[in-house]
């Protein structure tokens, strides 16, 4: 496997269900983002971690809870989820560098994404 | 509030002609701008980036432009060819981690 890599890539939950979203990048970045993409909005960016430790938490509700074991390694974990939180969830990763500094500006590599929808 | 903006939800062009693709800001502080090519079912691709210090950035067919006074930039690509239908998204930062998107221009080049 090259790049970055999601499971499941569609992804059907109840309410009351708790599943979890694998994101897996080989391209030896050390950041790691969860964004949420729905219908007409921009992408919304969830979670990020820098070598493994979460540096941003845009607001988002404790039903989606993130896990990043090693620099390689990204879930999303769900539960109780409502059905306005069905959409397509991206993961994406950076590096090497997360500073601040104009220098260490990474693009940011996407993985195919993991469409949720909750009924 | 959105602080991308990509006002034209879709362009159609014809095969061989210009495609120029808008995207506005409103937060100053930005410094770090991109532009990202999404095919169905899969996640978007870095496609070409501007920083702050120039005005215009030229990679093969794809050429961005930065207007920093008026706060907006555009993506040019000449010729079009059909396989670059796709979606596109603006992208700006202003911390190297974070990068707000727009919503995205659904572009169909016409053979």
């Known amino acids: 496997e090259t790049g970055v890599t999601q499971t499941p890539r569609h992804l059907v939950m109840g309410m009351t269900n708790k599943k979890s979203l694998k994101c897996e990048q080989h391209?030896?970045?050390?950041?790691m983002y969860w964004y949420k993409q729905s219908a007409k909005k921009p992408l919304e960016l969830m979670f990020v971690?820098?070598?493994?430790?979460?540096?941003e938490n845009n607001s988002v509700p404790s039903r989606f809870s993130p896990e990043c074991p090693n620099s390689s390694h990204l879930f999303l974990h769900l539960h109780t989820l409502q059905p306005e939180d069905s959409a397509l969830y991206l993961c994406?990763?950076?590096?090497?560098?997360?500073?601040?500094?104009?220098?260490?500006?990474?693009?940011?590599?996407f993985g195919p994404g993991t469409r949720l929808t909750v009924l | 509030d959105q602080q991308v903006k990509q006002n034209s939800p879709s362009l159609s062009v014809q095969e061989g002609r210009i495609s120029i693709l808008n995207c506005d800001y409103t937060?100053?502080?930005?410094?770090?701008f991109l532009w990202y090519k999404k095919y169905p079912a899969e996640g978007p691709t870095f496609l070409i980036s501007?920083?702050?210090?120039?005005d215009k950035n030229e990679d093969g067919r794809f050429t961005v432009f930065l207007n920093k006074s008026a706060k907006h930039l555009s993506l040019h690509i000449v010729p079009s060819q059909p396989g670059d239908s796709a979606v596109y998204f603006c992208?700006?930062?202003?911390?190297?981690?974070?990068?707000?998107f727009g919503t995205g221009t659904s572009l169909t080049v016409i053979p």
């Open positions: 971690y820098n070598f493994k430790e979460q540096t």
């Open positions: 937060n100053s502080m930005f410094d770090y």
């Open positions: 992208a700006a930062s202003y911390t190297g981690n974070q990068f707000y």
């Open positions: 994406a990763s950076s590096g090497p560098s997360g500073a601040t500094s104009l220098s260490s500006y990474n693009e940011q590599f």
């Open positions: 501007i920083s702050s210090i120039k």
């Open positions: 391209l030896g970045h050390n950041a």
